[in-house]
């Protein structure tokens, strides 16, 4: 029987492995998924886990100690409320820097549906600093996305010496804690995290195919603002709360 941390890893290498089928399927590389039907190893309980302004703080600049390329990727995590995979993965061609959008591919989305970010100011500058080396934004060799987060989550929490233990995907849960303080309403955060079944449930989800596109916008927009003024504080960077 599969249980603890591995049961959680063999249900994370699931969630690739229908990621990887769905692609292959739609290529026409494989006639059906394998992984249609195969339940998780384990159901797990939810974390509650997120960075308070001060470990934003000290997370922001243990990014900066660690340089490009985990540097800007874990910048961009914070920033874009996204999973890891679909981050380290982007690519350039899924960027319109100018519109500020990032389309993550549904072949390349957890949920198997195209997704549409939108990226702060912030997160534009981050993106902006990145060297092109082929296809892929976050890579060193242009072929393959980076690797070895383990090693570098390690060296991160050198800098955020006294703070509970905490995951790379609880910056998720940061960004979307961070977006309910700043009275962003729940159905436009399910939108920005491309949740399947969020707040719009039932009937309503069934004919409610608004995408919030304005609001998903505004809220990242206010994310972004807010992180900047946790780590650029000054007298006139001031955050918009939603109303």
């Known amino acids: 029987m599969t249980t603890g941390g591995a049961a959680v890893q063999a249900n994370r290498t699931l969630a690739r492995l229908k990621t990887l089928f769905r692609w292959a399927v739609s290529k026409g590389l494989c006639d059906k998924d394998p992984t249609e039907g195969v339940r998780k190893a384990i159901k797990e309980i939810p974390r509650d886990r997120y960075l308070e302004d001060d470990e934003i703080r000290a997370f922001w600049a243990g990014c900066d100690k660690l340089g490009w390329p985990f540097g800007a990727l874990l910048k961009t995590l914070l920033l874009t409320a996204q999973r890891r995979d679909e981050v380290g993965g982007m690519e350039w061609a899924e960027l319109d820097l100018d519109k500020r959008r990032w389309t993550i591919p549904s072949e390349r989305a957890k949920n198997g549906k195209a997704h549409v970010v939108h ?95 304005p609001e998903r916008q505004a809220a990242l927009e206010a994310w972004g603002r807010y992180v900047e003024s946790l780590i650029r504080p000054t007298p006139t960077n001031a955050v918009r709360i939603a109303s």
Do not use: C
């Open 119 to 213: 990226l702060s100011e912030l997160a534009i500058e981050v993106l902006t600093s990145a060297p092109r080396v082929g296809e892929l934004v976050f890579t060193t060799n242009g072929k393959t996305p980076v690797s070895g987060f383990s090693k570098v989550k390690e060296r991160l929490d050198r800098h955020l010496i006294g703070s509970a233990p905490w995951i790379l995907h609880d910056l998720r849960r940061t960004a979307t804690t961070g977006m309910a303080q700043l009275n962003i309403a729940p159905h436009v955060v399910d939108k920005i995290l491309n949740h399947t079944a969020g707040t719009i449930r039932g009937v309503a989800a069934t004919y409610n195919r608004f995408q919030y596109l």
